[in-house]
């Protein structure tokens, strides 16, 4: 298993403004996903954070709106801008270890 | 177009029964197959897994049946109990490519004492 730590766990943002949150992973690993969770909808991934490279964004999804950096193999952060309540949701971070995924407590997100 | 489905966006059962969480998938790729259970205010935890290989993965209480033929896929808990209340969410992936999950809309499994 891993041990993933996101931060904030939720947070009231007022729109307009942007939001950075961080995933700390207890081992280095190649490839952290994030995800978002909008209300009664399935987890969609955002886009995919290696170290050293750009990351790669799913359709639906840009840079601009949601910056990622990547400075090592244990951390990310994810920058959800220029907010409005669409944007309201959980984001998760994830990564890969074995058979299966494993992903942070989330941080719920609400825009206002 | 959701590639993977879960039809069924809640189910109740008493404590001791068996559960049985469905899923769908349309796309002929994916290859592996994983259930995730979710409680409030807490990310996805992995629970199992079924490569397409195979037809049957028993781990304990749960066990993941996979039909490839019709692309459908299933999740026994036996015996329910009631801290398996939880929302379940179904994922599929290629295996050999990146670690990237495609993931249904998850079933809320109520399970009653």
């Known amino acids: 298993s891993a041990v993933i730590s996101q931060k904030p766990s939720r947070d009231i943002c007022q729109r307009g403004t942007s939001l950075t949150i961080q995933c700390q992973v207890d081992s280095q690993v190649t490839m952290m996903f994030w995800y978002r969770q909008q209300p009664g909808q399935s987890l969609t991934l955002i886009a995919t954070?290696?170290?050293?490279?750009?990351?790669?964004?799913e359709s639906g999804f840009v840079i601009d709106k949601f910056p990622i950096s990547r400075p090592n193999l244990t951390f990310s952060t994810l920058t959800v801008s220029n907010m409005s309540p669409e944007d309201s949701s959980i984001y998760l971070c994830?990564?890969?270890?074995?058979?299966?995924?494993?992903f942070g407590q989330g941080t719920r997100l609400t825009v206002v | 177009d959701q590639q993977v489905k879960q039809n069924s966006p809640s189910l109740s059962v008493q404590e001791g029964r068996i559960s049985i969480l469905n899923c769908d998938y349309t796309n002929s790729m994916f290859d592996y197959f994983l259930w995730y259970k979710k409680y409030p205010a807490e990310g996805p935890t992995f629970l199992i897994s079924i490569s397409s290989i195979k037809d049957k993965n028993e781990d304990g209480r749960f066990t993941v049946f996979l039909n490839k033929s019709a692309k459908h896929l299933s999740l026994h808990i036996v015996p329910s109990q009631p801290g398996d209340s939880a929302v379940y969410f179904c994922?599929?992936?290629?295996?050999?490519?990146?670690?990237?999950?495609?993931f249904g809309k998850g079933t809320k499994l109520t399970v009653n004492p």
């Open positions: 994922a599929a992936k290629r295996q050999g490519g990146s670690e990237k999950l495609v």
């Open positions: 994830s990564v890969g270890r074995g058979q299966g995924a494993f």
């Open positions: 954070a290696n170290q050293g490279s750009e990351a790669t964004y």
